[in-house]
């Protein structure tokens, strides 16, 4: 990831979750902010209700690919956070 950094604070989620734009799809939440800073951060969430952590660390793996892949296509300054949801585990890599 060239221009992104993990968002770890657990304010900083709740943050985004109260004031970020949100967007939804069958697979994903996804929350995005605009900050000033000349990177994005990126933050995973991946609930219980998805599974045990082997499931759960896989769909945060195909997510951070997802990202990483597209990632020349965002424009750096942004707090995002993807929530998984159950769909993702089943989900075709194609489709997500």
Partial sequence: MKHTVSLKQNHEFRRLYNKGKSAVSPYFVVYCR????DQSRLGITTGVKLGNAVK???????????YRTNEEKFLPGF???VVARTRA???RYREL
Avoid: S
């Avoid at 605009?34 to 800073?37: A, D, E, I, V, Y």
């Avoid at 759960?56 to 997802?66: A, D, M, S, W």
């Fill in 79 to 81: 707090d995002i956070v």
């Fill in 89 to 91: 585990i089943f989900g």
């Fill in 34 to 37: 605009k900050t000033g800073r």
């Fill in 56 to 66: 759960r660390n896989f769909v945060r793996r195909r997510i951070r690919e997802l």
